[in-house]
């Protein structure tokens, strides 16, 4: 299994599969690289699809404190670095979209595409902020649980817990095996990222936005916010999916990224 080990002594899990064009895709919280196995298995056909474990997350060494959108989006570097890889295609789920974000203010000469599925360019208001750090003392007190149990509902839609109650046990048990200590972690450095909206007309690639229909957390017209403000973008808003649409309609989410990245690569 393939990890990096990075100069602090972290060790950062990640897949690697497939061959041409890298294509990095960055989880959301308070997950792993596992939301990403419908893509892995679609893209790899045709592109290097690369997809890590954030520090704090999966297989990834979980320190105790150390967080921010700018470490997660330097861990990416270290991994291209690692790869022998000067330019990728670069996307994110949701928080995996706050990384990419910092990765484009930091390093943009990294990043030939980018990918925003179910995220926002908007930072927390107060109100979102005083709810993280509510989060962080239930993640303290009660474990990981509870917040498995609260999101759930919001990553898929009511009738696809109905009808594939298997594929939310799925995603229940990848939010579950995430330690405390990385859910504690992405809570602060999503409490404290910086507000993204001014980034947009400034990103000079080819970007790509994904969001479902019915996503709560992120829902459409943040979508279509961003696509008005981002030069060279296309988005895609795909039907009866919830804030994880690459779990729940991977199809139309696969389809959208093999047509758009043969035309970036
Ligand atoms: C995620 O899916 O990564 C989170 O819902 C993002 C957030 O809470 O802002």
Same mark, same amino acid.
């Given at each position: ?48 699809? =690369?997809?890590?474990? @954030?520090?704090?997350? /999966?297989?990834?060494? $979980?320190?105790?404190? #150390?967080? *921010? &959108?700018?470490? !997660?989006?330097?861990? =990416?570097?270290?991994? @291209?670095?690692?790869? /022998?890889?000067?330019? $990728?295609?670069?996307? #994110?789920? *949701? &928080?995996?979209? !706050? ?167």
């Amino acid at each position: 299994m393939p990890y990096l080990d990075l100069l602090d002594g972290l060790s950062i899990f990640y897949h690697d599969e497939g061959a041409g064009e890298p294509i990095v895709l960055i989880h959301g919280f308070p997950l792993s690289s596992e939301m990403y196995q419908p893509q892995r298995a679609a893209l790899s056909s045709r592109f290097r699809v =690369i997809t890590p474990d @954030l520090r704090g997350a /999966g297989r990834s060494d $979980a320190p105790a404190d #150390g967080y *921010s &959108m700018d470490v !997660y989006a330097d861990d =990416i570097v270290a991994l @291209l670095d690692h790869l /022998g890889i000067g330019q $990728a295609i670069v996307g #994110g789920m *949701s &928080m995996g979209g !706050y990384v990419v974000f910092a990765l484009l203010r930091r390093h943009p000469e990294r990043v030939k595409g980018v990918i925003l599925i179910d995220t926002r360019a908007e930072a927390d208001n107060e109100e979102g902020r005083a709810n993280r750090f509510k989060m962080i003392d239930q993640a303290r007190n009660e474990g990981v649980m509870q917040i498995a149990d609260a999101l759930l509902p919001k990553l898929l839609t009511e009738r696809t817990r109905r009808e594939r109650p298997e594929l939310a046990d799925w995603l229940r048990e990848i939010m579950l095996g995430t330690p405390v200590d990385g859910i504690i972690g992405a809570l602060q450095a999503m409490a404290a990222r910086p507000d993204a909206t001014d980034l947009l007309p400034r990103i000079a690639v080819p970007t790509l936005i994904i969001v479902g229909s019915d996503d709560p957390i992120t829902p459409p017209d943040m979508a279509t916010r961003m696509h008005s403000m981002i030069r060279d973008s296309h988005l895609v808003i795909v039907p009866d999916a919830a804030h994880a649409a690459n779990v729940e309609r991977p199809e139309r989410v696969n389809a959208a990224i093999m047509e758009w990245a043969a035309r970036v690569a």
